[in-house]
């Protein structure tokens, strides 16, 4: 990661150390569990495909053809995903990670797929590049950050997400209607995504807390369904 990010203005600004030390954290479930749900920090398989089929859930059903931006793709676990089970439309991939090390074991796994190692807040992509942009586990855990430090850098993660598709994107966040809540986890209300989203960046949201885990995953969209 780089020191420094510009902000909307164009204005230098220090990136989150917090931040870097969740990548870290990352790394380091990566250097004991290697590619598996457990080296990306999730607790088993059966729960991490039911992420990538919501996720892909995002591409509508009239896609033609598919280009993808995988954001914080580790060692690209979707890209099995969507080999054992048909795509919902031919795929262009790219992977992009803050971690030079997920991005090394990515290439390895996959020397077919582009993957690149690359700060989106201080090296964003070009305007509409892509048509989604999927974001799975990256606003997940907070680990010591404090909450709205997190909230800042999701809004700005989001953003540059958003400005990166020509379509929509999806990020899950873990959900505040819960029995009770974990310090180290990201719990953010469903009312305040929209509330950010409809300001900043569309009206055309979805959000999907129907697949039974304790958390919930929004789709934002540049235009609405017809």
């Known amino acids: 990661m780089k020191d420094a990010v510009l902000d909307r203005k164009g204005r230098k600004q220090e990136t989150a150390p917090g931040y ?13 569990h290697g590619a598996t749900p457990q080296g990306v920090d999730w607790p088993d398989a059966g ?18 053809t ?29 992977g992009i990670d803050l971690s030079e090390k997920m991005i090394a074991a990515a290439r390895q796994r996959h020397p077919d797929e582009s993957f690149e190692a690359r700060d989106l807040l201080a090296d964003p992509l070009k305007e509409r590049c892509v048509d989604y942009v999927i974001m799975n586990g990256v606003l997940t855990e907070k680990r010591e950050l404090p909450q709205a430090e997190m909230v800042a850098f999701a809004k700005e993660i989001i953003a540059a997400a958003f400005h ?9 966040v873990m959900s505040t209607q819960v029995d009770w809540t974990r310090d180290d986890l990201f719990h953010w209300s469903c009312d305040e995504v929209l509330g950010f989203a409809a300001r900043e960046l569309t009206r055309h949201a979805v959000i999907r807390a129907d697949y039974g885990l304790y958390e919930y995953t929004t789709y934002l969209y ?4 017809r």
């Open 222 to 225: 540049r235009s609405p369904q």
């Open 47 to 64: 729960d991490l495909a039911t992420r990538f089929d919501v996720m892909t859930g995002v591409i509508r059903p009239d896609t033609k």
């Open 164 to 172: 990166a598709a020509e379509i929509g994107i999806a990020f899950n």
């Open 20 to 32: 870097r030390r969740l990548v870290e954290h990352y790394e380091n479930c990566f250097e004991r």
């Open 66 to 94: 598919c280009r993808l931006l995988d954001l914080g793709c580790g060692p690209g676990l979707l890209l099995d995903h969507l080999r054992d089970k048909a795509a919902p439309a031919p795929i262009r991939y790219l």
